[in-house]
């Protein structure tokens, strides 16, 4: 089984904004295949799932707001006895430009609070990440420039980024990191 993470803040308020990346990655992936999400509220997440090449995979979005994502993940994962090495988190990434996206199978939180939370409850930066860019960000401050929507003129690149990062998810399940890396990055 493979869980895939997509990391975001709860309510229509949060909806478009940039630091929902990971959960706009996530409903792509839910409605390119015809899944909707249903709240598990002991796994503090929204959850669906799907079967790709005869495995199990779990979309989850959790529903504890950013700062907790931990909680959610790591709920999960115990629940449903998920390996480590078998997850996928989705988040945005400040320091990348719109259009790009970074695969990474661990490292630092970056100052990323979703991120932090995640290494926090799992023990471990030892996790498989795919960074979606949201920059550059103007002078103002950060957690003021992730909050914002995306404006109308980013939004025919933020289709083409997720459709990127969608075919980027697919092809690690199948052909692991490095690859991916290679091809992706």
Same mark, same amino acid.
């Given at each position: ?19 929902? &990346? ?7 992936i839910a409605l390119d295949n015809n899944l909707s999400f249903k709240t598990e509220s002991k796994l503090k997440c929204m959850l669906t ?67 932090k939370s995640i290494i926090k409850h799992l023990g471990t930066k030892d996790f498989n ?35 990127? &990062? ?20």
């Open positions: 089984m493979k869980l895939i993470t997509g990391l975001g803040n709860i309510g229509d308020k949060y909806c478009f904004t940039r630091h929902n &990346a990971g959960f706009m990655l996530v409903d792509k799932r799907m079967r790709y090449n005869g495995e199990d995979i779990l979309l989850i979005k959790p529903t504890t707001f950013m700062n907790l994502s931990g909680e959610a993940v790591s709920a999960v994962i115990n629940y449903y006895k998920i390996d480590i090495k078998d997850i996928i988190i989705i988040y945005d990434d400040i320091a990348l430009d719109l259009g790009r996206i970074r695969l990474r199978p661990n490292g630092s939180d970056g100052g990323h609070n979703g991120i990440r795919l960074k979606i860019g949201i920059g550059p960000q103007p002078p103002i401050p950060s957690e003021n420039y992730v909050l914002q929507n995306f404006p109308k003129e980013h939004l025919e690149l933020l289709k083409e980024t997720l459709k990127k &990062a969608e075919d980027a998810v697919f092809f690690l399940i199948d052909n692991g990191m490095e690859k991916t890396q290679n091809k992706f990055n």
